[in-house]
């Protein structure tokens, strides 16, 4: 989760997006816990776990000017990230769970 954030963090298109809602210091304590309820987000996701019971998309709703590139610009660095960290039929699951969300996020926020 880290590293796709500070990535995010210094991609053109997805960073304004982050820094205005959480600002651009990972360390800082907003991010700190967007980290971990996004980990515990995907263990929810992946492994069934109940760590997450949030309304993702609707936390959605109020980022201003989400755009469709903006989520094919996500689901690319998503893909990278994970190419790093885990193996492929591991990185896969995620992947094919990302897309699955995007585009129901973007069907959703209507987009
Ligand atoms: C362009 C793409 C995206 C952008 C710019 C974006 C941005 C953000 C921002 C700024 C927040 C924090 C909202 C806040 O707390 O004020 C957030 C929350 C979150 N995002 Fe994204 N996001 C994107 C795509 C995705 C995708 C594709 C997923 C999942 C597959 C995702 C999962 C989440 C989750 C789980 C939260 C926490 C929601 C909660 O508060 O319970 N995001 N996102």
Do not use: C
Not at 39 to 44: T, Y
Not at 47 to 63: D, I, P, R, S
Not at 73 to 82: D, I, N
Not at 102 to 110: A, Y
């Amino acid at each position: 989760m880290t590293l796709f954030y500070t990535k995010a963090l210094q991609d053109p298109v997805l960073a304004p997006y982050f820094v205005l809602e959480l600002g651009d210091d990972l360390e800082d304590q907003e991010w700190v816990y967007h980290i971990e309820l996004l980990a515990d987000f995907w263990l929810a996701k992946l492994l069934g776990e109940k760590t997450y019971g949030g309304n993702f998309v609707g936390a959605h709703v109020n980022v201003p000017y989400i755009s469709r590139e903006s989520f094919v610009r996500w689901l690319a660095l998503f893909s990278s990230t994970l190419d790093e960290v885990y193996t492929s039929d591991i990185a896969k699951k995620f992947k094919d769970l990302g897309e699955n969300m995007s585009e129901q996020f973007m069907n959703e926020i209507k987009i």
